[in-house]
Structures are given as C-alpha cells and as structure tokens.
C-alpha cells in the first residue's frame, strides 16, 4: 500500500536538507530501553517540569505513517533534528513526533483498523518522568519530563526506543523509525505542512470506518478520495463488508 509513500519522501527531503545550526542526531536503537517505569500513570506536576514539548501555545504535530515498502523505512533509527532534551535550555519547546512503519501487507482491508492499533500504543508508555499532558484529534502531542529525570540522563534515545519496542513488537510490523524536530518552530511548521496532507487520508479512512452513509456528495473529503485512489479501494471494500454483515 503506497498511501503515504509522497509524504515520506517529503519527510527524507527534509531530513536532507540544510538545517538551520546543523544539528541531527542519528541512533541505532538496540536492545532494550534501560529506564525504570512510574508503576503508574506518571504525573509531572508545573513546578517539577524541566521541558515541555508541544505546548497548546506552541507548535506541534505528531503524526504516524505506514507503508509496505520496506526500503524507505530505516529500522530502529531514531533521528533528532535539533537539540536533544537534555541539551534545551527552554522549559516549553516546540515539538514535532514523525513515527513511520513498515509491515507486512498493509491493504485496504486493515490499514485503518492497524493503524488505530498503533496509534493507541503511545499511550501504553510508562517512563519514570515522562507524561503525555494531552493529545488532540489534529495530530498534536503534549508531553512532560521531569527536572528529576532529565538530571537522570532521559532522552529521545529513551522515549524513542520506548517507542518502537512497543510498535516493533506488533506481529504485523517489520521496520519502525522514530523521528523527533525541536530545532525551532519554523522547522515544526514546515513538518507540520507534511502531517497536514496525511492528516487528511486518516480523516477520510476514519470517517469510512465510522460512517454509515456513503454519500460523497456531501463528504468534507470528497477531494481526498478522489485524487487517492487506495482510498476508492478501502471505501468499496468497507462498502461491501458493511453490506455483508446486514445481509
């Protein structure tokens, strides 16, 4: 399934392109993530903050793309454009998340269903000092770390390996990739232009999943399906299996 091969290619154009102070980090995440859990769900409170990622006043975007083509899927890279957490100055930080997967015959019968899978995944981290304060319906992410676990060395090495243990371990995936942009909030912005374009395939799917009328004429993504066309194909094959369940 190719429906987000042109915005990884865009991402790879920008992860080549010139950066503003020249600062990208590349690790190989292997093993296991070595941090110890909260137990519980983490809360970190105003006064214990020591960075704020994607703040509601600042920029944000955290998306998820998938694709069947392994090559263009850098297994277990995790990639900071900018600086790592420990290194930022600023307790409030705009914060771009970009995670892509690469599995095993994603098709128009269980890319939406696959996807919500792995999008529920990120709420299943538990990292002493780590909390996700919010997540919105518009791909945005809001999170906490603590003074306290930066002090103790918590990175996007940490949270990034977190991250693709949880993906990785689903029977269907075979390449994940994490990449975070705290560089600035241009660079966010930019991203965010890449996000906003899958954004719209996501809603289209979600709203064929959820919806009971297939009337186009009235879809608010009537132009999504039309110029995409793994999208006509999922809208028919969920048509079809709506209409064999009420048979």
């Given at each position: 399934?190719?429906?987000?091969?042109?915005?990884i290619?865009?991402?790879r154009?920008?992860?080549?392109?010139p950066?503003?102070n020249?600062l990208k980090t590349e690790?190989?995440h292997a093993g296991k993530t070595?941090?110890?859990?909260s137990?519980?769900?983490?809360?970190?409170?105003a006064?214990?903050?020591g960075v704020e990622?994607g703040h509601?006043?600042d920029?944000?975007?955290?998306?998820l793309?998938?694709t069947n083509?392994l090559?263009?899927v850098?297994?277990?890279?995790i990639?900071?454009?900018?600086?790592?957490l420990p290194?930022?100055?600023d307790?409030?930080?705009?914060?771009?998340?970009?995670i892509?997967?690469?599995g095993?015959?994603?098709?128009e019968a269980?890319s939406?269903?696959?996807y919500r899978e792995?999008?529920?995944l990120?709420y299943g981290?538990?990292l002493?000092?780590?909390m996700?304060r919010?997540?919105?319906q518009?791909?945005?992410e809001?999170s906490?770390i603590?003074k306290?676990?930066l002090k103790n060395?918590?990175?996007?090495k940490?949270?990034?390996?977190a991250?693709i243990?949880k993906?990785?371990?689903?029977p269907?995936?075979?390449?994940?990739?994490?990449?975070?942009i705290t560089?600035?909030?241009?660079a966010v912005l930019?991203?965010?232009?890449?996000?906003?374009?899958a954004?719209?395939?996501?809603?289209?799917?979600?709203?064929?999943?959820?919806?009971?009328?297939?009337?186009?004429?009235t879809?608010?993504y009537?132009?999504v399906?039309?110029?995409?066309?793994e999208?006509?194909?999922?809208?028919?094959?969920i048509?079809?299996r709506k209409?064999?369940?009420?048979?």
């Open positions: 399934m190719s429906l987000f091969d042109k915005h290619e865009q991402i154009q920008f992860l080549e392109s950066l503003e020249g690790y190989n070595d941090w110890p859990s137990n519980r769900r983490a809360l970190v409170l006064n214990d903050t990622l509601p006043r920029a944000s975007t955290a998306f793309l998938w083509d090559k263009s850098f297994d277990h890279r990639t900071i454009v900018g600086p790592d290194d930022i100055a307790q409030r930080i705009s914060f771009g998340r970009i892509i997967v690469g095993d015959d994603f098709n269980n939406f269903e696959r792995m999008e529920l990120r981290i538990d002493d000092g780590y996700m919010g997540v919105s518009h791909q945005r809001w906490r603590s306290n676990a060395g918590f990175s996007f940490v949270l990034g390996g991250l243990e993906i990785a371990a689903l269907y995936i075979e390449a994940t990739e994490v990449i975070f560089q600035s909030r241009e930019e991203i965010k232009t890449v996000a906003d374009g954004i719209r395939i996501i809603g289209a799917m979600n709203k064929m999943a959820e919806s009971l009328s297939f009337d186009c004429s879809c608010e009537r132009d399906c039309g110029s995409v066309a999208l006509r194909s999922m809208r028919k094959a048509e079809n209409a064999a369940v009420h048979a």
